[in-house]
T-cell receptor, first 113, second 113 residues
Framework: NAGVTQTPKFQVLKTGQSMTLQCAQDMNHEYMSWYRQDPGMGLRLIHYSVGAGITDQGEVPNGYNVSRSTTEDFPLRLLSAAPSQTSVYFC????????????FGQGTRLTVV | AQSVTQLDSQVPVFEEAPVELRCNYSSSVSVYLFWYVQYPNQGLQLLLKYLSGSTLVESINGFEAEFNKSQTSFHLRKPSVHISDTAEYFC???????????FGKGTKLSVIP
């Protein structure tokens, strides 16, 4: 019963560094997405994918890249980290898009100094 | 495009008292509505959802929400709260044919013993 697994749980980066947040799901869900959560802002969609090989931008995509080479994995890449990217990042997956239940990972808390 | 407004950022309530968490939405198409709950240091979990049919929907732990199309609202209620209900609650909306969930900014429910 792994569900949605995110790694790492915590990360500290220096400004300008790059890194990849990993997300994997074992439920054979077609739809996956990345959100960032900031105090008082709720969750904002960064990028999403409706299947392997298909990705699209959400509300706040700048500074982030994604790819979807397999159904299971949906990594999020920070190209050149900035302090404004300090946030908690959540990966989610669902079977049939937004009308079906979204399953969330435990989150990655990222601090950029 | 759709949006969600959660009218209260924090709601303190005494144990065994009733609570209402307010949510209003706007959308130009038919909507699907959701409440998600986030316990401390965890990801979000689906609490309940409205897709169609009966406008009153219930969760397994005693919460209920009513879809009111004329008032564009989807308020969450519980007649008697427990300490374990302390969490942050997010209202979310998606539109017909959309793959995207739009979240409100969240309401922190604090249950006071």
């Amino acid at each position: 019963n792994a569900g949605v697994t995110q790694t790492p749980k915590f990360q500290v980066l220096k400004t300008g560094q790059s890194m990849t947040l990993q997300c994997a799901q074992d439920m054979n869900h077609e739809y996956m997405s990345w959100y960032r959560q900031d105090p008082g802002m709720g969750l904002r969609l960064i990028h999403y994918s409706v299947g392997a090989g298909i990705t699209d931008q959400g509300e706040v995509p700048n500074g982030y890249n994604v790819s979807r080479s397999t159904t299971e994995d949906f990594p999020l890449r920070l190209l050149s980290a900035a302090p404004s990217q300090t946030s908690v990042y959540f990966c989610a997956s669902s079977y049939g898009g937004a009308i079906t239940e979204a399953f969330f990972g435990q989150g990655t808390r990222l601090t950029v100094v | 495009a759709q949006s969600v407004t959660q009218l209260d950022s924090q709601v303190p309530v005494f144990e065994e008292a009733p609570v209402e968490l307010r949510c209003n939405y706007s959308s130009s198409v038919s909507v699907y509505l959701f409440w998600y709950v986030q316990y401390p240091n965890q990801g979000l979990q689906l609490l309940l959802k409205y897709l169609s049919g009966s406008t009153l929907v219930e969760s397994i732990n005693g919460f209920e929400a009513e879809f009111n199309k004329s008032q564009t609202s989807f308020h969450l209620r519980k007649p008697s709260v427990h300490i374990s209900d302390t969490a942050e609650y997010f209202c979310a909306v998606s539109g017909a044919g959309s793959y995207q969930l739009t979240f409100g900014k969240g309401t922190k429910l604090s249950v006071i013993p």
